[in-house]
């Protein structure tokens, strides 16, 4: 399985960007995939994951802030997952990572992700 994010970027407060992970090698529709995200100097965070039969799930370390604001998606005609983000923040600026996994349960948490793509850089200023 090949994971390879796009759609980062440079944008203002307040700003949107979509960001999309390429799957290769296996049918989304049969992973549970998540977005993460790292500050340098920081530990990797969970954002939000969707499990194989559709369900959502966000991390509560972030959902007060995110939910609301990041959607996350599958388009299975394109096999890419995706992120929406709506009313970017500074705060939001980091490496965005998508990473995906074979089980999960019916919430949308995946029990563990096994592939890993490299990452695309967000920067927001004010």
């Known amino acids: 399985v090949q994971l390879v994010e796009s759609g980062g970027g440079s944008v203002q407060t307040g700003g949107s960007l979509r960001l999309s992970c390429a799957t290769s090698?296996?049918?989304?529709?049969?992973?549970?995939m998540g977005w993460f995200r790292q500050v340098p100097g920081k530990e990797r965070e969970a954002i939000v994951s969707v499990g194989s039969g559709g369900d959502i799930y966000y991390a509560p370390s972030l959902a007060d802030s995110v939910k609301g604001r990041f959607t996350i998606s599958k388009d299975n005609a394109q096999n890419t997952l995706i992120l929406q983000m709506n009313s970017l923040k500074p705060d939001d600026t980091a490496k965005y990572y998508c990473a995906a996994g074979t089980s999960g349960n019916r919430r949308g948490q995946c029990w563990s992700y096994d592939y890993w793509g490299q990452g695309t850089q967000v920067t927001v200023s004010s």
């Open positions: 090698g296996y049918n989304i529709k049969r992973l549970c």
